[in-house]
Protein backbone atom coordinates (compact mmCIF):
# COMPACT_ATOMS: atom_id res chain seq x y z
CA UNK A 1 0.00 0.00 0.00
CA UNK A 2 1.95 3.36 -1.08
CA UNK A 3 1.29 5.78 2.10
CA UNK A 4 0.13 9.09 1.28
CA UNK A 5 3.57 10.84 1.96
CA UNK A 6 5.09 8.34 -0.18
CA UNK A 7 6.93 6.65 2.51
CA UNK A 8 7.33 2.68 2.67
CA UNK A 9 5.37 0.66 5.45
CA UNK A 10 8.19 0.30 8.02
CA UNK A 11 9.86 3.94 7.16
CA UNK A 12 9.74 6.75 9.85
CA UNK A 13 9.17 10.38 8.96
CA UNK A 14 12.10 12.58 8.96
CA UNK A 15 12.87 13.17 12.49
CA UNK A 16 14.95 15.79 13.71
CA UNK A 17 15.65 16.67 17.50
CA UNK A 18 17.65 20.66 18.18
CA UNK A 19 18.70 20.93 21.67
CA UNK A 20 18.93 23.83 23.22
CA UNK A 21 16.18 25.45 21.55
CA UNK A 22 15.56 27.99 24.45
CA UNK A 23 17.65 29.67 25.94
CA UNK A 24 16.27 30.30 29.63
CA UNK A 25 15.29 26.63 30.74
CA UNK A 26 17.60 24.23 32.50
CA UNK A 27 17.15 21.80 29.49
CA UNK A 28 15.32 22.08 26.32
CA UNK A 29 14.84 20.28 22.59
CA UNK A 30 12.61 21.08 19.77
CA UNK A 31 11.51 17.77 17.70
CA UNK A 32 10.66 17.83 14.25
CA UNK A 33 8.65 14.18 13.16
CA UNK A 34 7.13 15.08 9.71
CA UNK A 35 5.08 18.01 10.52
CA UNK A 36 4.86 17.30 13.76
CA UNK A 37 7.21 20.07 15.66
CA UNK A 38 6.73 19.70 19.60
CA UNK A 39 8.98 21.85 22.18
CA UNK A 40 10.17 20.54 25.12
CA UNK A 41 12.12 22.07 28.07
CA UNK A 42 12.64 21.43 31.88
CA UNK A 43 12.24 23.62 34.65
CA UNK A 44 14.52 22.77 38.28
CA UNK A 45 12.11 23.26 40.92
CA UNK A 46 13.95 22.66 44.55
CA UNK A 47 11.06 21.60 45.95
CA UNK A 48 9.08 17.89 46.20
CA UNK A 49 5.25 17.07 46.36
CA UNK A 50 4.14 16.93 49.79
CA UNK A 51 3.68 12.88 49.35
CA UNK A 52 7.99 12.72 49.06
CA UNK A 53 8.93 15.44 51.76
CA UNK A 54 11.81 14.05 54.03
CA UNK A 55 11.78 11.24 51.99
CA UNK A 56 14.87 11.76 49.95
CA UNK A 57 13.42 11.40 46.49
CA UNK A 58 12.95 13.44 43.61
CA UNK A 59 10.08 13.86 41.25
CA UNK A 60 9.43 14.23 37.47
CA UNK A 61 6.73 15.47 36.35
CA UNK A 62 5.00 16.69 32.94
CA UNK A 63 2.72 19.20 31.43
CA UNK A 64 1.51 18.41 27.70
CA UNK A 65 -0.53 21.58 26.04
CA UNK A 66 -1.05 21.96 22.09
CA UNK A 67 -0.80 25.94 20.94
CA UNK A 68 -4.14 26.62 19.22
CA UNK A 69 -3.07 26.83 15.36
CA UNK A 70 -1.02 23.60 16.23
CA UNK A 71 -4.27 21.89 14.29
CA UNK A 72 -6.08 22.22 11.06
CA UNK A 73 -8.81 24.20 12.68
CA UNK A 74 -7.99 25.93 16.14
CA UNK A 75 -8.04 23.85 19.30
CA UNK A 76 -9.19 25.47 22.20
CA UNK A 77 -6.42 26.66 24.95
CA UNK A 78 -6.57 24.60 28.32
CA UNK A 79 -6.74 26.70 31.66
CA UNK A 80 -5.74 26.11 35.16
CA UNK A 81 -9.34 25.07 36.22
CA UNK A 82 -9.57 23.14 33.12
CA UNK A 83 -7.65 20.54 31.70
CA UNK A 84 -9.13 18.37 28.77
CA UNK A 85 -9.29 14.24 29.69
CA UNK A 86 -6.71 13.56 26.89
CA UNK A 87 -4.07 16.09 27.82
CA UNK A 88 -4.39 15.11 31.53
CA UNK A 89 -3.62 11.14 30.36
CA UNK A 90 -0.94 12.15 27.43
CA UNK A 91 0.87 14.67 30.64
CA UNK A 92 0.45 11.52 32.90
CA UNK A 93 2.07 9.26 30.30
CA UNK A 94 4.94 11.64 29.70
CA UNK A 95 5.62 11.80 33.26
CA UNK A 96 5.57 7.85 34.06
CA UNK A 97 7.80 7.08 30.85
CA UNK A 98 10.38 9.77 32.17
CA UNK A 99 10.68 8.60 35.49
CA UNK A 100 11.42 5.26 34.46
CA UNK A 101 14.84 6.82 33.36
CA UNK A 102 15.47 8.70 36.16
CA UNK A 103 17.19 7.74 39.66
CA UNK A 104 15.38 9.78 41.98
CA UNK A 105 16.70 9.01 44.94
CA UNK A 106 20.02 10.62 43.19
CA UNK A 107 18.17 14.13 42.42
CA UNK A 108 17.90 14.85 45.88
CA UNK A 109 14.52 16.59 46.90
CA UNK A 110 14.12 18.91 43.83
CA UNK A 111 11.50 18.37 41.08
CA UNK A 112 12.21 18.45 37.10
CA UNK A 113 9.47 20.11 35.74
CA UNK A 114 8.91 19.37 32.21
CA UNK A 115 7.07 21.16 29.38
CA UNK A 116 5.99 19.64 26.01
CA UNK A 117 3.61 22.28 23.93
CA UNK A 118 2.38 20.83 20.53
CA UNK A 119 3.51 23.57 18.08
CA UNK A 120 2.15 21.66 15.01
CA UNK A 121 0.06 18.51 15.19
CA UNK A 122 0.09 15.83 12.39
CA UNK A 123 -0.04 12.25 14.51
CA UNK A 124 2.31 11.20 16.94
CA UNK A 125 2.81 14.13 19.06
CA UNK A 126 2.60 12.09 22.70
CA UNK A 127 5.36 10.19 21.27
CA UNK A 128 7.50 12.69 19.77
CA UNK A 129 7.34 14.60 23.41
CA UNK A 130 8.47 11.91 24.96
CA UNK A 131 11.60 11.43 22.82
CA UNK A 132 12.44 15.16 22.76
CA UNK A 133 11.74 15.52 26.36
CA UNK A 134 14.52 12.57 27.12
CA UNK A 135 17.06 15.27 25.16
CA UNK A 136 15.63 18.02 27.33
CA UNK A 137 16.07 16.36 30.22
CA UNK A 138 19.65 15.00 30.11
CA UNK A 139 20.41 18.72 29.35
CA UNK A 140 19.04 19.93 32.38
CA UNK A 141 20.12 17.09 34.26
CA UNK A 142 24.06 17.41 33.04
CA UNK A 143 23.38 21.43 33.77
CA UNK A 144 22.75 20.76 37.38
CA UNK A 145 25.53 18.18 37.86
CA UNK A 146 27.31 21.02 36.26
CA UNK A 147 26.60 23.44 38.84
CA UNK A 148 27.66 20.04 41.40
CA UNK A 149 24.27 20.01 42.54
CA UNK A 150 24.44 16.69 41.70
CA UNK A 151 27.42 14.12 41.87
CA UNK A 152 26.39 12.67 38.76
CA UNK A 153 23.99 12.82 35.35
CA UNK A 154 21.46 9.93 37.07
CA UNK A 155 19.89 8.53 33.82
CA UNK A 156 19.11 4.56 34.35
CA UNK A 157 18.91 4.48 31.13
CA UNK A 158 17.22 6.06 27.56
CA UNK A 159 13.50 6.93 26.67
CA UNK A 160 12.04 6.61 22.90
CA UNK A 161 8.78 6.20 21.98
CA UNK A 162 6.95 5.61 18.82
CA UNK A 163 3.98 4.68 16.91
CA UNK A 164 2.43 1.62 15.08
CA UNK A 165 -0.72 0.57 13.68
CA UNK A 166 -3.00 -1.34 10.93
CA UNK A 167 -4.52 0.99 8.23
CA UNK A 168 -6.41 -1.05 5.47
CA UNK A 169 -5.24 -4.67 6.95
CA UNK A 170 -1.54 -3.12 6.30
CA UNK A 171 0.81 -2.21 9.54
CA UNK A 172 2.56 0.43 9.67
CA UNK A 173 5.69 1.82 11.14
CA UNK A 174 5.01 5.95 12.59
CA UNK A 175 1.57 7.24 11.62
CA UNK A 176 0.64 10.78 10.76
CA UNK A 177 -2.66 12.00 11.17
CA UNK A 178 -4.31 10.84 7.89
CA UNK A 179 -3.32 7.36 8.65
CA UNK A 180 -3.84 7.55 12.54
CA UNK A 181 -7.63 9.06 12.27
CA UNK A 182 -8.42 5.94 10.22
CA UNK A 183 -6.10 3.29 12.07
CA UNK A 184 -8.37 -0.16 12.60
CA UNK A 185 -5.74 -0.60 15.10
CA UNK A 186 -3.27 1.78 16.64
CA UNK A 187 -0.31 1.45 19.39
CA UNK A 188 1.81 4.06 21.29
CA UNK A 189 4.98 2.03 22.22
CA UNK A 190 7.56 3.10 24.65
CA UNK A 191 10.98 1.74 25.30
CA UNK A 192 14.29 2.13 27.28
CA UNK A 193 17.84 1.89 25.57
CA UNK A 194 17.66 -1.21 26.90
CA UNK A 195 14.80 -2.61 25.12
CA UNK A 196 12.66 -3.00 27.72
CA UNK A 197 9.17 -1.88 27.47
CA UNK A 198 7.30 1.26 29.83
CA UNK A 199 4.29 1.45 28.15
CA UNK A 200 2.39 0.34 25.43
CA UNK A 201 -0.94 1.50 24.69
CA UNK A 202 -3.06 -0.54 22.18
CA UNK A 203 -6.65 -0.03 21.33
CA UNK A 204 -8.86 -2.19 18.71
CA UNK A 205 -11.32 -0.13 16.21
CA UNK A 206 -14.20 -2.34 15.83
CA UNK A 207 -12.34 -5.83 15.39
CA UNK A 208 -10.07 -7.31 18.06
CA UNK A 209 -6.69 -8.08 16.96
CA UNK A 210 -4.46 -11.04 18.06
CA UNK A 211 -0.90 -11.75 19.35
CA UNK A 212 0.69 -12.15 16.64
CA UNK A 213 -0.32 -8.73 15.27
CA UNK A 214 0.95 -7.65 18.83
CA UNK A 215 4.27 -9.36 18.36
CA UNK A 216 4.31 -8.36 14.76
CA UNK A 217 4.15 -4.13 15.89
CA UNK A 218 5.74 -4.18 18.55
CA UNK A 219 8.49 -5.68 16.72
CA UNK A 220 7.73 -2.79 14.34
CA UNK A 221 8.11 -0.17 16.67
CA UNK A 222 11.25 -1.40 17.89
CA UNK A 223 13.05 -1.03 14.96
CA UNK A 224 11.88 2.55 14.93
CA UNK A 225 12.82 3.28 18.42
CA UNK A 226 16.17 2.32 17.75
CA UNK A 227 16.27 5.05 15.11
CA UNK A 228 15.42 7.33 17.45
CA UNK A 229 17.92 6.69 19.80
CA UNK A 230 20.63 7.19 17.14
CA UNK A 231 18.93 10.86 16.65
CA UNK A 232 19.36 11.39 20.66
CA UNK A 233 22.49 10.41 20.67
CA UNK A 234 23.60 12.75 18.11
CA UNK A 235 21.59 15.53 19.47
CA UNK A 236 23.22 15.30 22.81
CA UNK A 237 26.90 14.22 20.82
CA UNK A 238 27.08 11.04 22.40
CA UNK A 239 29.32 8.56 20.66
Known amino acids: MKRADGRAWNEMRPVRISPGYQEFAEGSA????GKTR???????????PLFLRGSGSGWVTAEYAMLPRSTVTRTQRDSMARITGRNQEIQRLIGRALRAAVDLNAIGERTLIVDC???QADGGTRTAAITGAYVALYRALRAISNMALISSIPLKSEIAAISVGVIHNYTMLDLCYDEDSCASVDFNVVMTGNGDFVEIQGTAEGKPFSKA???SLLSLAENGISQLLKVQKEALEIV
Open 30 to 33: LIEL
Open 38 to 48: VLCSVSVDERV
Open 117 to 119: DVL
Open 213 to 215: LVD
